[in-house]
């Protein structure tokens, strides 16, 4: 069995025993217990703050506070615990009251946007790697200028060239404001190469009408416009899985001030009840 | 803030001489010691004459009985050429490492360590004053001094041999950027050694001749035997046995030394190919010898189509054809030739023992667990699936393309390169911010290189084997550090000449504008920026090591040794 392998068997049954744990833990002490959800609060928020410290780790490089791997492992496994202790804490039904709802939901939104981001982390680097021409997201406007600037002089050349303007017409019409800025982003995700086979087939098209200075042209065109596209693709996957985390890390936020007036709140109005 | 603040004479070679205080008196000295004395000034370029040469990088050093020149295991930068008392060398398994004084790197304090969340510069690049101006120098006698205690017990204890007047050593770890195999100290209450950076050693063989013969006989008749001892297979041999094994051992020197140029001219132009480099031995020959690896590396391939298929590269204290030579001694009627072929990479240093040797000599009575197994008979079929390796199927295990992608770009030179797992990388860039954080806000690598079979070898130093970023220094100011062999850039003494950028082969070195701690650009008085250089330092002044592999959530950045594959056959099988 590999490392990977054996650090997933290892983490699901640790978090299998600690949920169990959990859901036994509140059958044995609700007939004795008058208020466990003082005891599943407090484990939830002790949860909760561990998993914020992640982004404080992040903050951290140059203390020896353990590796990134090993605090993502812990962020996961805690996470996945945190949602039994939520559903124990809730008494395994939904909240009642519009500031719980919020708070219910405000979990929900930070626990199923992290699921998500494990699940997209792992899935957008494979697709990047397959399909090659990797790019850092920094570069991309970079590369991208550098292309159009070649797209503009080929289209000027043509026309001098040549002594027609077919070609400058074609990229006017079709390319220039494809190769201006990243397109797409939504197709590229889906994994959808509609727009590209499109502008292939018009390229195909325009090509019968051609002499051979004017194929070549249009062939380097045609080459940058499939680089173009490579661009966009890795514009998107990388930008997609920068944009989960502005969806995360702000929830957590708002989170973390909630559970703190739900803290508050509690407590103010629990005066006197004893948890016996 | 100002854009231009600080001007100031630009940095030059010899701005930052070995001894400051060298006198006028003490080089006609030096001068008038052999093989000095004997040296044509004329030789010399008029650039670098004799005697600035020996002005600017050398320096006189006394030493007191039992002082230690040079630990075994450290990484220097500078020879030793005795003028007068004596020195020993222990030879191995030389002295225990309590009784060597070694001390580790210098970390930050833990309060240091934590004040970077709030110190770090936000303005790129700032150099103190010291840094900008330069200030002090490096070499051996930057260490405290260490003495040896109790030197009569250490000489009943330690085999050592004494060396005199006139002698060199040290001269092979500082030239070919290797850890020094012996440690060696003074012998006498006078020992006077003069100390000479390697820039100007390698300046000194350049323009004479004589220098060269005079330190290659020194080796041969001072390291041959360590040199062969250090293989398991050499070991059981008695001093008599392995004087004649010396007697008929021969030396090869393949390859260019400073083959970092060549390197980049081929693979930017793109006709690399092992077809085209200097065959050592040839698969389909009879196996005359073993060869063993002394330093640099080689190519282990095997014939595939009408080109060569790497199976591995093979560094210092490997061979190559003993499995062959022992299949024949046990196989008298049934003689193979040399089962692949093996070529140099950059520069390959090797010592050849022919079969004659090997059969009468080192074989018989040599220990089991010294020698390599015996070639199968699936082997022998020249099957290329099979691993053919002696490293319990690295090679294979990595695979076909990603080997030749490894030989092709050297990466077996890093002993720490960055590979990162594409497959798993996010491209989150926290390792980026994380090398930031720990200098002072300027990152160190760009996650950027070239690819495959979804690996990446990322433009970040790798602290090479051979690191030939050293080659062209002028002023020792890229050097190893002394405790852990990382390469480091004294940015006192770097000025920013861009030799080092230019002589990596790996692109991880990158020159920068320096800016004073105004936030200014400094420039000379021409108005040119002055120039520093920049690369990976392992974060030796952190806790915990690399920041960028501690700081990769995905297990997708590895600092690993390439310089053995099977490290990176065991993470990729992760």
């Known amino acids: 069995m590999g490392y ?134 920094e570069r991309i406007p970079i590369v991208r200028r550098q292309l159009a600037d070649r797209a503009k002089s080929l289209a000027l050349e043509s026309v001098t060239a040549t002594k027609t303007t077919t070609i400058v017409d074609f990229y006017s019409q079709h390319l220039v404001g ?99 | 803030m100002d854009t231009i603040h600080l001007k100031i004479e630009r940095p030059d070679r010899w701005d930052n001489a070995f001894d400051p205080q060298f006198s006028e008196w003490e080089l006609d000295r030096v001068l008038s010691y052999a093989p000095f004395r004997d040296m044509q000034p004329d030789n010399f370029p008029k650039k670098q004459p004799l005697r600035v040469i020996l002005q600017n990088d050398t320096r006189l050093r006394r030493f007191k009985r039992g002082e230690i020149v040079v630990r075994a295991g450290d990484y220097g930068s500078s020879a030793f050429m005795i003028i007068r008392g004596q020195v020993r060398v222990v030879l191995p398994p030389g002295l225990p490492e309590r009784s060597l004084g070694r001390k580790s790197a210098g970390k930050k304090s833990v309060f240091h360590a934590i004040a970077q969340l709030w110190s770090n510069r936000h303005t790129p690049e700032v150099r103190t004053p010291e840094e900008i101006r330069g200030g002090d120098v490096v070499g051996e006698g930057t260490e405290a001094r260490v003495f040896l205690q109790d030197v009569p017990r250490v000489l009943d204890q330690n085999k050592t041999v004494t060396i005199g007047a006139g002698e060199f050593f040290g001269e092979i770890a500082a030239l070919s950027r290797m850890p020094r195999t012996a440690t060696i100290f003074a012998d006498s209450d006078d020992t006077e050694l003069l100390e000479i950076r390697w820039q100007g050693l390698r300046d000194l063989l350049r323009s004479d001749p004589a220098l060269r013969t005079h330190i290659d006989a020194i080796y041969r ?111 008298p009627s049934a003689n193979i030739p040399y089962q692949f072929s093996l070529r140099v990479i950059g520069y390959t240093h090797t010592l050849f023992i022919p079969t004659k040797v090997m059969e009468e000599i080192v074989l018989p009575g040599a220990p089991a667990d010294a020698l390599p197994r015996a070639l199968t008979e699936d082997e022998l ?140 650009f400094v420039t000379d008085q021409e108005l040119k920026p002055i120039l520093k250089a920049t690369k990976c330092d392992l974060c030796i002044e952190q806790y915990g090591g690399p920041a960028c592999e501690r700081a990769c959530p995905h297990d997708a950045l590895k600092r690993i040794n390439l310089n053995r594959l099977d490290a990176l056959a065991n993470w990729l099988k992760r």
């Open chain 2, 381 to 520: 079929d020249h099957d290329d699936d099979d691993p053919l390796t002696e490293e319990g199927g690295s090679a294979l295990r990595i695979g076909p393309e990603l080997m030749e992608f490894l030989t092709a770009g050297r990466y077996f030179n890093g002993t720490a390169s960055m590979v990162i797992d594409l497959q798993r990388c996010t491209r989150c860039d926290d390792c980026v911010r994380a090398c930031a954080s720990t200098h002072d806000n300027n990152p160190r690598f760009l996650r950027h290189g070239p690819s495959s079979d979804g690996i990446q070898v990322a433009q970040a130093c790798m602290h090479c084997v051979d690191p030939v970023c050293m080659i062209g220094c002028p002023t020792g100011a890229i050097h190893r550090d002394a405790s852990g062999g990382n390469v480091v850039i004294n940015q006192s003494t770097c000025i920013g000449c861009t030799s080092c950028a230019t002589n990596c082969p790996y692109e991880a070195i990158r020159m920068v504008e320096a800016r004073d701690e105004g936030g200014a």
């Open chain 2, 221 to 331: 008749k001072n390291t041959l035997s360590n040199a062969l001892r250090a293989f398991p297979l050499f070991r059981h041999l008695s001093d008599e046995q392995l004087e004649k094994v010396k007697a008929q051992t021969q030396f090869g020197t393949f390859g260019d030394y400073e083959w970092s140029g060549d390197y980049k001219k081929l693979a930017k132009a793109g006709t690399h190919s092992p077809e085209k480099e200097t065959a050592i031995a040839q698969e389909g020959d009879y196996p005359d010898g073993v060869y063993l690896i002394r330093s640099g590396f080689a190519r282990l391939s095997r014939k595939f189509g009408t080109g060569q298929r790497t199976l591995n590269y093979i560094g210092a204290g490997r061979w190559f054809g003993l499995r062959e030579i022992l299949h024949n001694a046990r196989n």
């Open chain 1, 178 to 276: 494809f190769l201006g800025t990243s397109a797409n982003f939504w197709r590229h995700l889906v994994e959808s190469r509609a727009v590209l086979t499109r502008l292939q087939a018009r390229i195909d098209d325009l090509n019968r009408f051609l002499n051979a200075d004017q194929r070549r042209a249009l062939a380097e065109l045609a080459e940058i416009a499939r680089q173009k596209d490579g661009l966009d693709y890795q514009h998107a996957l990388q930008l997609s899985l920068r944009l989960w985390l502005f969806i995360h890390i702000p929830l957590t936020y708002s989170l973390v001030i909630f559970t703190v007036l739900h803290v508050v709140v509690v407590f103010s109005f629990s005066a006197g009840v004893p948890p016996f």
């Open chain 1, 4 to 137: 990977f392998a054996k650090r997933r068997v290892i983490g699901v049954l640790l978090l299998l025993m600690a949920s169990v744990a959990v859901v036994w833990g509140q059958l044995q002490l609700a007939p004795v217990m008058r208020q466990v959800g003082f005891l599943t609060g407090w484990a939830l928020l002790a949860a909760c703050v561990f998993l914020a410290l992640y982004n404080l780790r992040k903050r951290l490089p140059f203390l020896p506070l353990g590796s990134s791997r090993t605090w993502l492992q812990l962020h996961a496994y805690v996470g996945y615990l945190s949602f039994v202790l939520f559903l124990a804490h809730t008494g395994w039904r939904w909240p009642v009251g519009w500031f719980d709802d919020v708070l219910a939901l405000l979990f929900l939104s930070v626990a199923l946007s992290g699921v998500f981001g494990l699940f997209w982390s792992r899935l957008i680097p494979l697709r990047l790697t397959a399909r090659g021409g990797d790019v850092p997201y």
